[in-house]
Nanobody, 123 residues
Framework: IQLVESGGGLAQAGGSLRLSCAAS????????MGWFRQAPGKEREFVAA????????RYLDSVKGRFTISRDTAENTLYLQMSSLEPEDTAVYYC?????????????????WGEGTQVTVSS
């Protein structure tokens, strides 16, 4: 499986960005997916996850109400819509494939990772 993120860049505080993650392979629809981020000098942290069906989602508390995770099974693509961006959101954002049929938030539950896309939010 291959995961390729795109959509990162520079945004002003209060602005928006939409990240995409293109997944290869025919089994995309059977796995939960997630977004993580890693800021300089910090540990990688969970941001959002979505179940295989798209019905169930989970979010980091600090992004609730600002970020929305979604998936397009027909296009094998995962999205992260980010609004009301804050300088604290600056990080490299990674998409990852989670468990078969069940949602997860722990890094150890995600077996496949993309290379990441940089998001920089200026104040």
């Amino acid at each position: 499986i291959q995961l390729v993120e795109s959509g990162g860049g520079l945004a002003q505080a209060g602005g928006s960005l939409r990240l995409s993650c293109a997944a290869s392979g025919r089994t995309f629809s059977r796995y939960s997916m997630g977004w993580f981020r890693q800021a300089p000098g910090k540990e990688r942290e969970f941001v959002a996850a979505i179940s295989w069906s798209g019905i169930t989602t989970r979010y980091l508390d600090s992004v609730k109400g600002r970020f929305t995770i979604s998936r397009d099974t027909a296009e094998n693509t995962l999205y992260l819509q980010m609004s009301s961006l804050e300088p604290e959101d600056t990080a490299v954002y990674y998409c990852a494939r989670g468990p078969f049929y069940s949602i997860a938030t722990a890094i150890s539950d995600f077996a496949y990772w993309g290379e990441g896309t940089q998001v920089t939010v200026s104040s």
